[in-house]
């Protein structure tokens, strides 16, 4: 197990993004440079359409594209190379959990996961909710 810059632990990360993570942070806010910004991000709120606008913010300042940014549903989800941005942890989220889609599978629809059920993803990092 290796605990990342976040104090997570994780069995398996990508070295090169963590090292661009520490280049990159200044002032707790975390510039990626190897974000995609062609790519989807599904923002997961978990129930808290409060806090979307913050959110869809706090992503844009971090280098994601505001047009780009999908509020997840049960019944459609991304494709391999998406992110899915989950406001966490609930119930009372202070951060932005952000994920890479590196599988789709297709699966019956089950429950509140709906057909995400069928998504493999990798944990990237995290930005603060402020």
């Keep these: 197990?290796?605990?990342?810059?976040?104090?997570?632990?994780?069995?398996?990360?990508?070295?090169?993004l963590?090292?661009?993570?520490?280049?990159?942070?200044?002032?707790?806010?975390?510039?990626?440079?190897?974000?995609?910004t062609a790519k989807s991000v599904y923002l997961f709120t978990h129930g808290r359409s409060d806090l979307e606008t913050a959110?869809?913010?706090?992503?844009?300042?971090?280098?994601?594209?505001?047009?780009?940014?999908?509020?997840?549903?049960?019944?459609?989800?991304?494709?391999?190379?998406?992110?899915?941005?989950?406001?966490?942890?609930?119930?009372?989220?202070?951060?932005i959990k952000i994920q890479k889609i590196t599988k789709v599978e297709q699966v019956k629809a089950e429950g509140m996961i709906g057909l995400w059920k069928g998504v493999s993803k990798e944990d990237l990092f995290t930005i603060p909710l402020k």
Excluded at 6 to 14: K, Q, R
Excluded at 18 to 36: H, M, N, P, Y
Excluded at 85 to 90: E, I, Q, R
Aim: some cysteine.
């Design 1 to 16: 197990m290796l605990t990342n810059a976040f104090g997570l632990n994780h069995e398996v990360y990508n070295p090169r």
């Design 18 to 36: 963590v090292l661009e993570i520490f280049i990159k942070a200044s002032d707790g806010c975390t510039l990626l440079t190897q974000v995609d």
């Design 55 to 95: 959110a869809t913010d706090a992503l844009v300042a971090n280098g994601f594209t505001k047009e780009k940014i999908i509020s997840a549903k049960a019944d459609a989800v991304g494709n391999v190379g998406d992110y899915m941005a989950m406001l966490w942890m609930p119930p009372t989220p202070n951060q």
